[in-house]
Nanobody, 124 residues
Framework: QVQLVESGGGLVQAGGSLRLSCGVS????????MAWFRQAPGREREFVTS????????NYSDSVKGRFTVSRDNTRKTLYLQMNSLKPEDTAVYYC?????????????????WGQGTQVTVSS
């Protein structure tokens, strides 16, 4: 089993920045592909970004490309999401996820482990 715990959410004005963290525990001897998803009220959970187990390969949704940066520190067992130039439409609960499959998946159905989420609210 793998446990994921997100932190770092909060309220920020449009144009501001936040950094989310996701701590990994459990079967951490495995280096797994990981991702961030988000879910706004009344909407489906959507892909934000994913990162290979080594951290060398990434995917980003078009809506965040150029503004968000995903990274990981495997020695600290932590996944990060640096969010810059935030917009009100970025408001959502952000979830980190881990997959036991290879590659850098973007579909939420390929992720077996999920955190509880952290709220990000961007005011206009």
């Amino acid at each position: 089993q793998v446990q994921l715990v997100e932190s770092g959410g909060g309220l920020v004005q449009a144009g501001g920045s936040l950094r989310l963290s996701c701590g990994v525990s459990g079967r951490t001897s495995l280096m797994l592909p990981m991702a961030w998803f988000r879910q706004a009220p009344g909407r489906e959970r959507e892909f934000v970004t994913s990162l290979s187990s080594t951290g060398f390969t990434t995917n980003y949704s078009d809506s965040v490309k150029g503004r968000f940066t995903v990274s990981r520190d495997n020695t600290r067992k932590t996944l990060y999401l640096q969010m810059n130039s935030l917009k009100p439409e970025d408001t959502a609960v952000y979830y980190c996820a881990a997959s036991i499959r290879g590659g850098v998946p973007t579909s939420r159905t390929t992720y077996e482990y999920w955190g509880q989420g952290t709220q990000v609210t961007v005011s206009s």
